[in-house]
């Protein structure tokens, strides 16, 4: 599929909840829901509500250290609520070369069956 890089994309939609999401975490700065296409029995996005340049890490500035911290928090939020703390994988897919899809920033939190490593 063809991805404009810098543009809008579909998370902005879901943040402002014009498609529907399974939303499991929401605070002021990241909104955290089910994967469309789940990869594991738990899949779960976690994205920052205000991209401010993060079209993905490989975008990231000094000015972006609060928001990074905050997401990778939330990521432990939402293994701990889906009951997947003790084993569970948190992945960033940056750039063509890595499968990145959504030029938004998002962490995903795999978890609920054994993770193979390495991932492929
Ligand atoms: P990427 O490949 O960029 O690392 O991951 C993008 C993820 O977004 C994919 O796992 C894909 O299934 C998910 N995704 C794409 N569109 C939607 C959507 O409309 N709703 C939800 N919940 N997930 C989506």
């Given at each position: 599929a063809s991805v404009e890089i810098g543009g809008p994309t579909i998370f902005d939609k879901i943040i402002a909840k014009e498609i529907p999401s399974k939303i499991i975490y929401e605070d002021e700065k990241v909104?955290?829901?089910?994967?469309?296409?789940?990869?594991?029995?738990?899949?779960?996005?976690?994205?920052?509500?205000?991209?401010?340049?993060?079209?993905?890490?490989?975008k990231a500035e000094p000015r972006h250290g609060e928001i990074l911290g905050h997401l990778l928090y939330a990521a432990k939020v939402v293994?701990?609520?889906?009951?997947?703390?003790?084993g569970f994988r948190?992945?960033?897919?940056?750039?063509?070369?890595?499968?990145?899809?959504?030029?938004?920033?998002?962490?995903?939190v795999l978890g609920g069956r054994q993770m193979k490593w390495p991932p492929g």
């Amino acid at each position: 599929a063809s991805v404009e890089i810098g543009g809008p994309t579909i998370f902005d939609k879901i943040i402002a909840k014009e498609i529907p999401s399974k939303i499991i975490y929401e605070d002021e700065k990241v909104l955290a829901f089910h994967d469309i296409n789940p990869q594991a029995p738990v899949h779960v996005l976690v994205i920052p509500k205000f991209r401010d340049g993060l079209t993905g890490l490989g975008k990231a500035e000094p000015r972006h250290g609060e928001i990074l911290g905050h997401l990778l928090y939330a990521a432990k939020v939402v293994a701990e609520k889906e009951g997947i703390v003790d084993g569970f994988r948190v992945v960033i897919n940056n750039g063509p070369g890595a499968c990145q899809s959504v030029y938004h920033l998002h962490l995903h939190v795999l978890g609920g069956r054994q993770m193979k490593w390495p991932p492929g």
